[in-house]
C-alpha cells in the first residue's frame, strides 16, 4: 500500500504537536509500507520527502491563500497513491482535492478544530474564514477521519454534525520513549538559568491563545518562593499576545525571584534535562486536543498538572500522575474560562499542592513514566492507524 502523507511541518522546520506526530507517524508506517511525505518549505534530504516552497506570485496574499496555492502544488504529484492521508487546515485542502482528482480515499488527522481557535482571526483576519471553509469541506468529503483522543472525537461531531460517526475514529498521539526519558545531569540546564536544588514549575508550549499561558502567569504569583518557574515559550501567535505575556512575565520577575524565560525552541537533550528536574509540569491550556508536551513530560518523569479539557484528562490520571484542574468554559469555540478567577486560584491550588510534597510528586512522575511507556507506544498507533486506511480503502 502506498499512502501519501501532507503535513505543513517535517523535521527540520516543526514548531508543534502536529509535526512531531507526523514525524514519528511516518517513521514506524515507513517499515510496513510505501510512505511518500510532501511538506511545506525548503528542501528537505530525505528521499521519500518532497517540499513545496510557497509560491512567488502570492508573495503579497493572506497566509490562508499562500497555503492553499502550496496545497494546489502538490495535489498532482499525489497520483499512484492509495491513500492520501492530511495533517491539519494547512494541508486538507491538498489532501481532499488529491482524493477527488485520484478517485483515492482520504483520511484527516485532526489535531485542532477551526472552530474552536477562533482567536486565530487576529492572527489571520480573513483568511480566518478561508481556513474554517478548507477545514469544513475536507473533513466532510474525508473517507475517515482520526482524532487524536474521545474528547477530540466529540468536538469533531459538535463542530461537523454533517459527519458520519462511524467514519471518526480514536487513535492517539504517541511518545518516542527511547528519544524522550529521564536525564538527571546538569550540565545542560545550568546554562539556562534553572537552580536544579530548588523546586520547579515547568511550561512548554508556544505563546498562543489556546495554551493558557496567561492564567499560569497568574497562579504563578500565588507559588511559593523558593518555587521557580520555567517557560519554554516562544512563537506567539500575534503582537498582542506577545505583548500580554511579556508584560505578565516582566510583572512576575518584579516580584519575585526565580523566573526563567526561555523564548527558543529547545534541543531535545536540553528540554530532556529540563523536564527531569520539574517537580511539575503544567498544561494549562484552554484547548488541547491531547497534548503530546504532557506525554514528553511524562516520560521524562514529570508529574503533570493540566486543565481538564479536550483529552488531557485521557493522558494525564488525576491523583496517580499529576493532579486535573476543573474549568467551566464558554461553549463560543474560545474555550475561554466562565470564571477565570476560579480557574487561576484551582490552577495554583493544584501547583501548590504539588510543589509542597515533592516526593509525592516524583512517584507520580515515574507512575506517568511508566504510563507513557506502555499507553502510547508508536508502533500500536500505527497499527491502528493502518487498520483505519484498510476500512477507507473498503469504503
Not at 211 to 223: D, F, H
Not at 246 to 262: A, Y
Not at 320 to 336: E, M, S
Request: aromatic share 6%.
Amino acid at each position: 500500500m502506498r499512502v501519501d502523507i501532507i503535513s505543513k511541518e517535517f523535521p527540520p522546520e516543526v514548531y508543534g504537536g502536529a509535526g512531531v506526530h507526523v514525524a514519528e507517524l511516518s517513521a514506524v508506517l515507513a517499515a510496513r509500507l510505501d510512505v511518500r511525505v510532501r511538506c511545506f518549505g525548503a528542501e528537505r534530504a530525505a528521499s521519500n520527502v518532497t517540499a513545496y516552497p510557497d509560491l512567488p506570485q502570492l508573495e503579497n496574499a493572506n497566509p490562508a491563500v499562500r497555503t492553499l496555492g502550496v496545497d494546489l502544488s502538490m495535489v498532482g504529484d499525489v497520483a499512484g497513491a492509495d491513500v492520501v492521508h492530511s495533517h491539519t487546515w494547512y494541508a486538507n485542502m491538498a489532501g481532499h482535492l488529491a482524493g477527488l482528482l485520484h478517485d483515492i480515499p482520504h483520511v484527516v488527522s485532526a489535531h485542532s478544530l477551526e472552530p474552536l481557535r477562533p482567536w486565530k482571526a487576529e492572527q489571520l483576519g480573513g483568511g480566518y474564514a478561508v481556513s474554517s471553509w478548507a477545514e469544513r469541506s475536507a473533513y466532510e468529503g474525508a473517507a475517515a477521519v482520526i482524532a487524536v483522543s474521545n474528547g477530540m472525537r466529540a468536538d469533531i461531531l459538535r463542530a461537523y454534525p454533517r459527519l458520519d460517526p462511524e467514519k471518526v475514529h480514536v487513535v492517539y498521539n504517541g511518545i518516542d520513549t527511547d528519544a524522550w526519558r529521564r536525564d538527571e545531569g546538569t550540565e545542560l540546564i545550568r546554562p539556562l538559568g534553572i537552580d536544579p536544588a530548588r523546586p520547579s514549575v515547568v511550561f512548554v508550549g508556544r505563546i498562543t491563545r489556546q495554551k493558557g499561558l496567561p492564567y499560569l502567569l497568574r497562579a504563578a504569583a500565588r507559588l511559593p518562593a523558593e518555587v521557580q518557574l520555567v517557560l519554554c515559550a516562544g512563537a506567539p501567535d500575534t503582537p498582542e499576545i506577545a505583548a500580554e505575556v511579556s508584560g505578565l512575565v516582566g510583572e512576575l520577575q518584579r516580584k519575585r525571584e526565580g523566573v526563567v524565560w526561555i523564548d527558543r525552541v529547545l534541543p531535545r537533550a536540553e528540554l530532556c534535562q529540563v523536564l527531569s528536574h520539574a517537580t511539575v509540569f503544567v498544561c494549562p491550556s484552554i484547548y488541547e486536543p491531547l497534548g503530546i508536551v504532557n506525554l514528553e513530560a511524562m516520560a521524562c518523569g514529570a508529574a503533570v498538572v493540566g486543565t481538564n479539557t479536550g483529552g488531557i484528562p485521557e493522558v494525564v490520571q488525576d491523583g496517580v500522575t499529576g493532579r486535573i484542574v476543573p474549568i467551566d468554559q464558554l461553549t463560543d469555540g474560545t474555550g475561554t474560562p466562565t470564571n477565570p478567577d476560579q480557574y487561576v486560584a484551582d490552577l495554583a491550588a493544584a501547583l501548590i499542592e504539588m510543589v509542597a510534597d515533592p516526593e509525592r510528586a516524583r512517584k507520580m512522575g515515574l507512575t506517568g513514566l511508566e504510563r507513557a511507556r506502555q499507553q502510547f507506544s508508536w508502533h500500536s498507533i500505527a497499527e491502528d492507524t493502518i487498520k483505519v486506511y484498510e476500512a477507507a480503502l473498503r469504503g
